[in-house]
């Protein structure tokens, strides 16, 4: 690493909840805007990435290893969206749930029935469109019983946005989590809004862009 590498963990109650690191300079160059990455734990890195062409997407790093901490690649589906795959060796990825913390993935994409195929062949992702209980059309993504995130309907997609995923952090009180992001420099793309029967959320990019949603649930625990 250069004089100019940054690499940071969070914690919460010594546990890690997710990490920060400097842009290199060539994301910069082509204009990539900083943001947070989505990792999957996977086990076995080169045998999930040898999977990833066959079934429609790139791989835009091939994989390689973090030191001892775990190895990883980088992959873009066949809508463009990007995600890394995480197979972990002395680091096991995140340590801890719970207020504050990482709670949920939305794949944002114009076209959902593309990226199906390659989710579940990747993965073995199921996706429960909720048998009428959502009428706005949201999937649910499944990782065997346990939905795990989520796809909107394409009319809910902004169509000048690249595909992408959006990560979502649990927080005891949305509003309260928004005035402090606010007061830190964020500006809101959706402020503080309730989803019947589901729970209170906003999106916001921190002060440098970086775009993330908060969400609590209005569901009993």
């Given amino acids: 690493m250069g004089p100019d590498d940054f690499y940071s963990m969070f914690e919460i109650q010594g546990r890690r909840t997710g990490a920060a690191y400097t842009m290199r300079a060539d994301e910069r160059a082509q204009g990539i805007p900083p943001h947070w990455t989505l990792y999957v734990a996977v086990e076995s890195?080169?045998?999930t990435a040898a999977q990833v062409e066959p079934l429609g997407g790139k791989l835009?790093?091939?994989p390689f290893d973090v030191f001892d901490a775990g190895r990883m690649?980088?992959?873009q589906d066949p809508t463009g969206a990007v995600f890394c795959?995480?197979?972990p060796k002395r680091h096991t990825g995140l340590g801890i749930s719970g207020p504050n913390t990482f709670c949920w993935a939305d794949l944002s994409t114009p076209d959902r029935e593309k990226a199906k195929p390659f989710y579940e062949g990747l993965f073995g992702w199921t996706f429960d469109p909720g048998e009428g209980k959502d009428p706005g059309g949201y999937w649910h993504i499944m990782s065997g019983s346990r939905a795990i995130g989520g796809?909107?309907?394409a009319g809910?997609?902004?169509p000048?946005?690249?595909?992408?995923?959006?990560?979502?952090?649990?927080?005891d009180d949305v509003d309260a989590s928004a005035a402090k992001a606010k007061a830190g420099g964020a500006t809101f793309y959706m402020p503080p809004m309730t989803v019947e029967g589901v729970g209170r959320m906003a999106v916001l990019a921190d002060a440098q862009g970086a775009v993330s949603a908060l969400f609590t649930?209005?569901?009993k625990q």
Wanted: hydrophobic letters at 50%; aromatic letters at 16%; charged letters at 20%.
């Fill in 45 to 47: 890195a080169d045998k």
């Fill in 60 to 62: 835009l790093a091939a």
């Fill in 73 to 75: 690649a980088v992959i």
């Fill in 85 to 87: 795959i995480w197979e």
């Fill in 151 to 153: 796809i909107p309907p």
């Fill in 156 to 158: 809910q997609v902004d």
């Fill in 160 to 171: 000048k946005i690249p595909p992408h995923w959006l990560i979502y952090f649990y927080v």
């Fill in 217 to 219: 649930s209005h569901r």
